[in-house]
């Protein structure tokens, strides 16, 4: 393994308070998250405790108000947080964006009611969520759901299956999106489901080509009964409520997608001023050099994309375009560097002893979560010459 230690990334944080939430991110990482990432992912491990951790240091709930146990922050600083989780460990830093995402919905749409109810423990309570849009049939497609819930007295019974359900099966809550009206996005309505209710179950985790540690399951609701006061929002008004929650979702996708380039660019880096042949290091050597060179700037475009995106959303601004440039972007550039941190490495970045061919494995997936980058590109579209012709 090289001997450089990375150098930090230079932030620029609005406020004292940010930079020492900074400070304790880094500090988690260091002790608690990169020195058993590798195994843990080797092994398929979750590290449950460690988002237990996170939740007591108040790092769950970043971008939520304080009166409901969140911690007040701008997404600026949050998603700069979600960066430096996932340099050390995507299935850390996704975990975390999930979780938010699975938040979302309550947070935005909740009545005051709900929210002092079910809000605190999900923020900063020690609970992990999932966020329950996709099925089996109706993936970038997901006005076409089919998982149905039927009102039933002061109850709705929900039965379908979702799928590609991140936490699937260890979450102790789930935000789902269910159909209680006709076909189309505006018979989807939101509910907030317990892990443990009655008649949900998961199946076996999928086997996926990297982020192993990170349980992604499908889950069957047979007949699971949710009380009406864990509707979230107004009947049919579901879909809406997903898709706002998927613009932010998508910053942080984009900022996780940073946080392993970079990881990859460090590793690249130390290895190459580390690693001599023909008498120098191979970082002297031209083609190598803006190999790094490139890599760098695309982190760089990368990461000032994201924030900008985010200033946007901190203004109260829109933002859908900018946070489907950011994933776009991003995502597509996490690709493009670790695939060129596994050639500076040559034969050993194609081993498990350097973490250059696990980073590769999980850029990939980033590429497809949360509406795939096909996806992005429509949505860009539809901004820049309005929707498509039928």
């Known amino acids: 393994m090289p001997d450089r230690a990375p150098q930090s990334v230079e932030r620029r944080l609005p406020t004292e308070e940010s930079r020492q939430l900074l400070t304790l991110v880094r500090d988690i990482v260091a002790n608690e998250i990169a020195p058993r990432a590798a195994d843990e992912e080797e092994a398929g491990h979750f590290p449950r405790e460690l988002f237990t951790l996170l939740s007591a240091s108040g790092l769950l709930g970043l971008a939520y108000d304080s009166g409901f146990g969140g911690g007040d922050q701008s997404y600026e600083v949050y998603l700069q947080v979600l960066e430096e989780l996932a340099a050390a460990r995507l299935t850390v830093g996704l975990g975390v964006s999930v979780h938010s995402l699975a938040c979302h919905a309550l947070a935005n749409y909740g009545t005051e009611e709900q929210k002092k109810a079910h809000l605190p423990a999900m923020l900063s309570g020690g609970l992990l969520g999932a966020y329950c849009l996709s099925e089996p049939a109706s993936g970038s497609d997901a006005a076409s759901l089919h998982t149905r819930a039927v009102r039933d007295g002061d109850d709705w019974v929900l039965t379908g299956t979702k799928a ?25 309505t939101a509910f907030l489901v317990p892990g443990d209710a009655e008649g949900l179950n998961a ?19 047979d007949g699971v009964r949710v009380p009406d006061g864990r509707r979230i929002g107004e009947e049919g008004q579901g879909f809406a409520i997903a898709l706002s929650a998927l613009d932010s979702g998508r910053l942080g996708i984009a900022a996780c997608a940073v946080g392993v380039a970079q990881a990859a660019l460090d590793e690249a880096v130390g290895y190459a001023t580390d690693r001599r042949q023909f008498g120098r290091p191979i970082a002297d050597f031209q083609g190598l050099r803006f190999l790094l ?34 994933k776009l972007f991003c995502t597509d550039a996490a690709m493009r560097v670790t695939i060129d941190a596994v050639q500076v490495l040559g034969g050993y970045g194609y081993t498990r002893d350097f973490p250059v061919e696990r980073l590769m494995r999980e850029a990939k997936v980033l590429q497809i979560v949360e509406g795939t980058n096909q996806i992005q590109r429509m949505v860009i579209a539809r901004h820049l010459a309005g929707p498509e012709s039928h």
């Not at 199946?203 to 609701?221: H, V």
């Not at 760089?300 to 959303?313: D, K, N, T």
């Open 293 to 326: 060179a490139d890599m760098a700037t695309q982190i760089e475009a990368g990461r000032a994309l994201y924030l900008e995106a985010a200033r946007l959303r901190d203004a109260g601004q829109p933002f859908s375009r900018q946070a489907a440039m950011a």
């Open 203 to 221: 199946a076996a985790p999928e086997r996926k080509m990297g982020m192993k540690g990170s349980p992604t399951a499908q889950l069957n609701f």
């Open 164 to 188: 590609w359900i991140t936490h699937g099966g260890i979450a102790d809550f789930c935000t789902v999106l269910a159909r209680t009206g006709a076909d189309g996005p505006r018979g989807i």
